[in-house]
């Protein structure tokens, strides 16, 4: 019997049997043992989840030390501070010659056209990711530096990201949907020497020259003296080298596999190629600089507790912050949240549909999987090009049997109806999860329902780029769910709520959601901007990192998330809410100017109140169109 939503809404879901039996945690009491035991005695925990990976040299001193209150000295989190390691190395060698994993596809890479792929393997990438890693190495970069990548979702992207790992480099990947401005600002805050981009690519039918882009930011950057001085470009929209073929032939490296070659013929001399702009002092072709380069690199030796990359969040107000993660705790925490929140097993094809240029794409979709030796689809293209059913005709392509999208995508999608869901088979799917903000219960059930024919769990992670992996998330088949609820917290992870005056609330409560000790993947630091860190997530309530969100806890100690705290309203009466925080004038919108990931930009709202429309780059901004409406309805008698 099919129930209405408001009921079902109600229910708890369990993953099935078949599911079940082949499960890392199989159980809710298995959760709670291993839980109990990884915020009890953290070190034996994470100590056998990293005797797991390569180490060049045990850990010195203590295996965590930490300090989370401000009033008591400076913020600091260390985990295996001594010890050195190799993150890429720890990806791609050690699969290839330790686990024997160099036949594997690590990607399985799908073009924005349909039709367009190319496959490659463990060894594959290892070579690539050396050969590129001696280029870097070539130019100057040395371990310690940072590195600025703005590209398109093409395998060249994760190529650059783990040759920075490898030499020892920090990347600063900037989104390739962001504006010149914005990524002028990344590179200058990141004093970074060298960026890697593209000459362009299309997203849907939109062309996107991303080298000129890159040089309109790079221009910028002149202006203000950034040491940048050299840019390596790959050829990906007027690639020579992917010979076009049919599928049978063994592949060389990153072949591109067409349906046929006439078909393709076709389909590209529609599109358009633009001129590059050029500069041969700055610029070099990636198939250049690669032809010589050899295919076996050494990896730099680091400390666990040595940067691995910058990335930006675009902040509420003003500057947008550097968030800095380190080699070995990110490693052991991306690498076990993908083993067990998507209970990954060798044989699974997974595809995670978020860009690199986010958080998402570092940890999931390039560290957690490649660590775990799994097979991934790498997505260049939009969810609903060149149809509606886009997405699950790749599922189908590629026998995805875990998938992990947004719920802005599920409801897009859910917008066109069931038919074009249901066309396609689907029947490899085994979980579902989302990412980035709150999933409300009529899209979660169309995604149990339809996509997942009522047989795949949903783990709703909840986290952020500043906690490197999933913090609260249900493991798909030890924690029932509860459509709309991110659940329980991840190993090593232990909330709290507080109220206002800072008292943690028990049992059933609602308010700021807090972390009371550190997990391997939190955040170090800002980049190069220590104060602004302890300022942003420990001042308010010290002895607690702040996530800025709220969140409730039912009776059954579930969490659910409910917003960004900015979004609240404190409704109040006068005695308690001063004359200066009671406001002029209240304007009804259907939103707010707000980062892909849900923050308010204030900035831009400060702009709308003064009626001021310079408003400086708008590239982060999810929703543009929302901008014109709070300024054609703004109340003109207020200021
Ligand atoms: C903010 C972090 C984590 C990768 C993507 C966004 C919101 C994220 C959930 C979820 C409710 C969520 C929060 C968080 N958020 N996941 N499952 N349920 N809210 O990364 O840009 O750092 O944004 O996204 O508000 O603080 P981000």
Redesign the pocket.
């Known amino acids: 019997m099919v129930l209405p939503d408001e009921e079902r809404a109600a229910e708890v879901f369990r993953a099935p049997p078949d599911l079940v039996r082949e499960a890392h945690v199989p159980s809710l009491e298995k959760y709670r043992e291993l839980y109990s035991r990884s915020v009890e005695e953290p070190q034996e925990f994470w100590g056998d989840i990293a005797k797991e990976f390569y180490w060049r040299s045990q850990h010195t001193g203590p295996f965590l030390q930490y300090n989370f209150d401000v009033t008591k000295g400076k913020i600091f989190i260390e985990w295996m501070k001594g010890a050195t390691t190799n993150i890429c190395y720890n990806l791609l060698d050690r699969n290839v010659y330790e686990n024997k994993l160099g036949d594997k596809i690590a990607f399985y890479w799908e073009g924005n056209e349909p039709g367009e792929s190319m496959t490659i393997t463990y060894s594959e990438l290892l070579s690539k990711v050396c050969q590129f890693a001696n280029v870097l190495q070539e130019q100057g970069v040395k371990k310690g530096d940072s590195v600025s990548i703005y590209m398109p979702m093409i395998i060249e992207l994760v190529v650059a990201m783990l040759a920075c790992a490898r030499v020892g480099a920090l990347h600063s990947i900037v989104f390739a949907g962001f504006s010149a401005e914005s990524l002028c600002e990344r590179i200058l805050d990141s004093h970074c020497s060298l960026l890697i981009t593209a000459d362009a690519f299309y997203r849907g039918d939109k062309l996107i020259n991303l080298k000129q882009i890159a040089d309109e930011a790079l221009q910028k950057c002149k202006d203000k003296d950034a040491p940048l001085r050299r840019c390596i470009v790959v050829k990906h929209l007027g690639r020579e080298e992917l010979v076009l073929d049919g599928p049978s032939s063994k592949s060389p490296p990153l072949k591109r596999l067409c349906q046929s070659v006439q078909e393709k013929k076709t389909e590209s001399s529609k599109k358009v190629h633009p001129k590059i702009p050029w500069d041969s002092e700055v610029d070099f072709w990636w198939h250049d600089v690669m032809k010589n380069a050899s295919k076996e690199c050494e990896p730099v030796w680091c400390d666990a507790e040595d940067e691995l990359f910058i990335l930006y969040?675009?902040g509420s107000t003003g500057k947008p912050k550097g968030?800095v993660h380190t080699i070995g705790g990110y490693m052991i925490f991306t690498a076990t949240t993908f083993k067990y929140v998507f209970d990954h097993h060798p044989e699974d094809i997974y595809w995670c549909t978020?860009d690199i240029g986010?958080?998402?794409g570092h940890s999931y979709l390039t560290y957690g999987p490649l660590a775990n030796g799994a097979t991934s689809v790498l997505f260049e293209g939009l969810p609903i090009y060149p149809d509606v059913g886009r997405m699950w005709s790749i599922i189908d392509k590629y026998k995805v049997t875990k998938f992990y999208t947004?719920?802005t995508a599920i409801r897009l999608l859910m917008k066109y109806g069931d038919e074009h869901v249901r066309k396609y088979s689907r029947k490899s799917l085994k979980v579902l999860g989302?990412?980035?903000?709150?999933?409300n219960p009529e899209a979660w059930l169309w995604y149990y329902r339809v996509v997942g024919e009522e047989r795949c769990p949903i783990v709703?992670?909840?986290?952020?780029?500043?906690?490197g992996g999933h913090v609260?998330?249900p493991l798909p088949s030890a924690i029932p769910m509860k459509p709309g609820s991110?659940t329980f917290p991840f190993f090593g992870v232990v909330p709290a709520v507080l109220d206002e005056s800072g008292e943690e609330l028990e049992g059933e409560a609602e308010g700021y959601l807090v972390f009371k000790q550190p997990w391997p993947g939190i955040m170090r630091t800002v980049y190069k901007n220590h104060p602004r860190f302890e300022t942003t997530y420990f001042k308010k309530f010290p002895g607690y990192y702040v996530?800025?969100?709220g969140c409730k806890r039912d009776k059954d100690g579930y969490y659910w998330?409910t917003?960004?705290i900015d979004d609240m309203l404190n409704v109040s009466v006068r005695e308690k809410i001063g004359p200066i925080a009671t406001p002029d004038y209240i304007q009804n919108a259907p939103g707010l100017p707000k980062?892909?990931?849900?923050?308010i930009m204030r900035r831009v709202l400060r702009k709308i109140a003064k009626n001021d429309r310079e408003l400086g780059d708008t590239s982060t901004v999810a929703d543009a169109a929302v901008i014109n409406h709070l300024f054609n309805n703004r109340c003109e008698t207020i200021l």
Do not use: C, H, N, Y
């Open positions: 969040t675009s968030v978020a986010w958080i998402t947004a719920p989302t990412v980035g903000e709150p999933i709703d992670t909840f986290w952020q780029t500043e906690t609260l998330t991110a996530t800025g969100d998330i917003g960004r980062t892909r990931s849900g923050k």
